[in-house]
């Protein structure tokens, strides 16, 4: 085995229940018991545990927790000698990434993650969009449809997941707009997002100015290990950049595909992701020659320690 690397979900990974088989683990239970108090959102712990999943998939809700069950996920790993040596996180999972870096602490991250959904949240009641994910295009094709559409709204690239997945957000005229271009130009598939705003577009630029006072009032710590920033695609040297590009991702497009080029090109060829789902496994198949491994469940957990461990 040649580096190790933890990789933390975002959104969209959560399930009601996500925390249960964790509180087998006692280096778990101390993150799962302290939710409710680590994130200041009144019986959270409840909705992760017993829903109902329109409440735990709500964006103020929904950050906090998968934080949550993520570091939970990562103190067991840890604490059996599964340390990393670089990490990365997809969007709301940077987060995690930065507590995994030494860069923020658990309960500042917690409570940064819930003020980020509720700026988020609001921001999209203000702001209505969506999301396209279109399969099957490169970047500089989708980027041709989103620039015509513009002329009817703020639309724009969201995340660069992998060569042939690559996200749109913005507003819902526009947004249509740029979904029918791209099948004309051989999109093989364009799919509706189950969200409630258009994350990483213009349109959430009043939840980024938002987030900075609190970004301000949180400490900041120089990275430990490799930690690799959504919007650069790069290493992030101090905390003061780590700060400062929390801000921008709000507004900025997700660049995952280079991220994990990034970590490629760095030497690591072993991944772990650490947290509830398997969407980030997936994004990993195409990459050959790399060792992925899963934290969603007991069975994957299990298997993880016991080879690496």
């Not at 018991?33 to 017993?50: C, N, P, W, Y």
Request: glycine share 10%; with cysteine; net charge negative.
């Amino acid at each position: 085995m040649g580096r190790l690397a933890f990789l933390f979900p975002g959104q969209a990974s959560q399930s009601v229940g996500m925390d249960g088989f964790l509180w087998d683990y006692p280096d778990a239970v101390d993150f799962l018991e302290r939710i409710d108090e680590m994130t200041g959102v009144h019986k959270l712990s409840r909705i992760i545990a017993e829903g109902p999943p329109e409440l735990l998939t709500r964006t103020d809700n929904v950050q906090p927790a998968i934080t949550m069950v993520s570091l939970a996920t990562m103190n067991v790993l840890v604490a059996a000698g599964v340390k990393p040596e670089g990490t990365a996180g997809h969007s709301l999972g940077e987060y995690s990434a930065l507590v995994t870096a030494g860069v923020l602490l658990p309960e500042i991250a917690a409570k940064l993650t819930r003020i980020r959904g509720e700026l988020m949240q609001e921001c999209a009641n203000r702001h209505p969009g969506g999301m396209l994910a279109i399969i099957g295009m490169d970047m500089e094709a989708v980027g041709k449809c989103v620039e015509e559409a513009s002329a009817k709204g703020p639309v724009g690239v969201a995340n660069v997941n992998s060569p042939g997945q690559v996200v749109i957000s913005g507003a819902k005229s526009a947004l249509e707009k740029a979904g029918e271009l791209c099948k004309k130009m051989g999109a093989r598939r364009v799919i509706p997002l189950d969200v409630s705003g258009a994350w990483h577009s213009m349109l959430m630029k009043d939840a980024a100015n938002g987030l900075e006072s609190a970004l301000d009032d949180a400490g900041f710590y120089e990275p430990e290990i490799p930690v690799v920033s959504n919007v650069t695609a790069d290493l992030i040297r101090s905390g003061d950049e780590a700060k400062r590009l929390l801000k921008e991702q709000v507004t900025s497009p997700v660049l995952w595909a280079a991220s994990i080029g990034k970590l490629l090109d760095s030497g690591f060829d072993t991944f772990v992701e650490v947290g509830p789902g398997r969407v980030l496994q997936g994004l990993m198949k195409r990459e050959r020659d790399v060792r992925v491994y899963g934290t969603h469940d007991k069975e994957a957990l299990e298997k993880t320690l016991e080879d690496l461990a």
